[in-house]
Every structure is written in C-alpha cells, then in structure tokens.
C-alpha cells in the first residue's frame, strides 16, 4: 500500500501543477490491500515481490485491478469518516478480557476496503466500537476509533479541503464519506497499476534502485489494561513473513499458533 499511495500521490502532485484550482491543496492518497490471505481462506494469497529487477507484471501483482486513478476533493470531516469506515477492518476488543481476542474483523468487513490514507497521521483504537459496518452505513454514532488525526504535525480542521487520489471503483461507488460524483475534482484515463509502473521505472532510473519502506503514518492506538491481554491475528505462515515481521513489526508479536486453514496465528502487544 505504501508503494500504491506513493505512486499515486506523486502522480497527482505533478498533474495539478499550474491549475488555479487544485494547485495550492495538500494531496493525500488512498489505497487498500488487495492479495491478503483472500477471504480467511488462503494462506498463500499474500503479495511477495522478489528481491531483484521489478517488472510490470510486479506492478500487477501489487495492484491487481484495472482500475483507473480518481482524484477527489473531500474536507477534513469526510477525510475522518472515510477513515472511520475503514477501521470496521478490526473486531472491537475488550481491555478488560484475557480470553484470546481475533483482531481481523474477516466475516464483516473486506480487506479491500481498509484504505490506507497517506499524508495525513492518525491512529486506530479498536478498544472503541465500530462507527461504520462493512457497507460503511453508520452503527454507532457515539463511537469514534479514529484519534490523533494530524496534517504536517497539527490536528486536521475539519472545514479544510484536501485532494484524495483514489480509484474509478471506490470515487464512483459512493460508498465512503468524500466520495461519488459530486466529489470528484478529476478522473484521470491511466489505470492505477500503470501509475505504479511508471513511479517505479522512474525511481529506478533516478536512484537506481527502489527501496520501499512503510512511512507508519497510521498506527493502533496502545491499549492501557491492567488484564493481561491475547490479541491475535492471521497472516502468511511462510519464513519470508516472520523474517518481515521480525525485522519490521510495529508492534511486539509472536507466533502462538497455526490453525486449521495454515495461517500463521500471531499474538500482538499493543501495550506501548
């Protein structure tokens, strides 16, 4: 996802150049895991890029729709509900429980639609209720999972106007805040995965090299609990996933188990 909103975002940026209009806003980029375990049903469907010259067949693999890139202009306000629809992803967890509790909500909400918002910071606190179900229709209007929400360090004014590349799918669906028609600043004829593709050939030509590295703009909010708790979730059971998660996790985790499927079952500490 971060390679997608980096392409994206950069795309966009140099789109707007010289428009009177859409110039002066700040940019920021959707984009959402397509290749992540498919629906709790196969533990090999992850996204695994070799070490080595990228192809576009990578690009594919890292953006498996031909979807086209949608820019939209949204507010400050539709920029948190937006987020907020997204963190229906994660079961709500109980800081008061030692009983194991599965972090992935897999039966209520398609991993699809968890966007990742690049350029804005904010964290996730699962401990709160879900605002939103998996069709991003309103469950429970008190609740509030998206906290610290922060542009270039400051908390987001939720009358400021920003510019949100997405794609054809999720701008003309209608089905998040800040998004359909009425929202759309421009719609672009490149598919997102041919956007990826050029960013990455051009990166390569300039650095030599691309060296991908996750900005962690977003994070789950530490639970503070005097219970001691046994968060879970499911991921790749192959060696390159540990080594990853060994090297990269932004949280403390081990592996517990493996269940009947063959995902690797982790245990995470969100306690810092």
């Given at each position: 996802?971060?390679?997608?909103?980096?392409?994206?975002?950069?795309?966009?940026?140099?789109?707007?150049?010289?428009?009177?209009?859409?110039?002066?806003?700040?940019?920021?980029?959707?984009?959402?895991?397509?290749?992540?375990?498919?629906?709790?049903?196969?533990?090999?469907?992850?996204?695994?890029?070799?070490?080595?010259?990228?192809?576009?067949?990578?690009?594919?693999?890292?953006?498996?729709?031909?979807?086209?890139?949608?820019?939209?202009?949204?507010?400050?306000?539709?920029?948190?509900?937006?987020?907020?629809?997204?963190?229906?992803?994660?079961?709500?967890?109980?800081?008061?429980?030692?009983?194991?509790?599965?972090?992935?909500?897999?039966?209520?909400?398609?991993?699809?639609?968890?966007?990742?918002?690049?350029?804005?910071?904010?964290?996730?606190?699962?401990?709160?209720?879900?605002?939103?179900?998996?069709?991003?229709?309103?469950?429970?209007?008190?609740?509030?999972?998206?906290k610290h929400l922060t542009f270039n360090g400051k908390p987001v004014d939720p009358q400021a106007t920003f510019l949100v590349a997405t794609n054809n799918y999720r701008a003309y669906g209608g089905k998040f805040a800040g998004t359909g028609e009425s929202h759309i600043a421009f719609a672009s004829p490149d598919e997102n995965r041919s956007v990826l593709a050029a960013w990455i050939?051009?990166?390569?030509?300039?650095?030599?090299?691309?060296?991908?590295?996750?900005?962690?703009?977003?994070?789950?909010?530490?639970?503070?609990?005097?219970?001691?708790?046994?968060?879970?979730?499911?991921?790749?059971?192959?060696?390159?996933?540990?080594?990853?998660?060994?090297?990269?996790?932004?949280?403390?985790?081990?592996?517990?188990?493996?269940?009947?499927?063959?995902?690797?079952?982790?245990?995470?500490?969100?306690?810092?």
């Open positions: 996802m971060q390679v997608v909103n980096m392409a994206q975002k950069a795309y966009v940026e140099h789109y707007i150049q010289g428009d009177p209009d859409l110039a002066k806003l700040p940019v920021l980029s959707a984009a959402a895991p397509f290749k992540v375990g498919g629906r709790k049903n196969d533990p090999a469907s992850f996204v695994e890029v070799e070490k080595g010259q990228l192809t576009f067949r990578n690009a594919a693999d890292l953006y498996l729709y031909p979807n086209t890139l949608v820019v939209m202009k949204v507010s400050g306000k539709e920029v948190k509900e937006w987020l907020e629809c997204s963190a229906g992803q994660f079961n709500q967890i109980d800081p008061a429980s030692s009983k194991p509790q599965s972090l992935i909500n897999w039966d209520g909400f398609r991993t699809y639609n968890f966007d990742v918002i690049d350029g804005v910071n904010y964290q996730i606190d699962v401990t709160q209720p879900a605002r939103y179900d998996g069709e991003c229709q309103m469950i429970h209007p008190q609740a509030e999972r998206i050939g051009a990166q390569s030509k300039k650095e030599g090299a691309i060296h991908p590295a996750a900005d962690n703009n977003w994070r789950l909010a530490p639970i503070h609990s005097n219970t001691p708790l046994d968060i879970r979730f499911e991921t790749s059971p192959g060696d390159k996933a540990a080594a990853f998660i060994k090297e990269k996790a932004q949280y403390p985790m081990r592996q517990v188990a493996t269940d009947d499927i063959g995902f690797a079952i982790y245990q995470l500490d969100l306690s810092k």
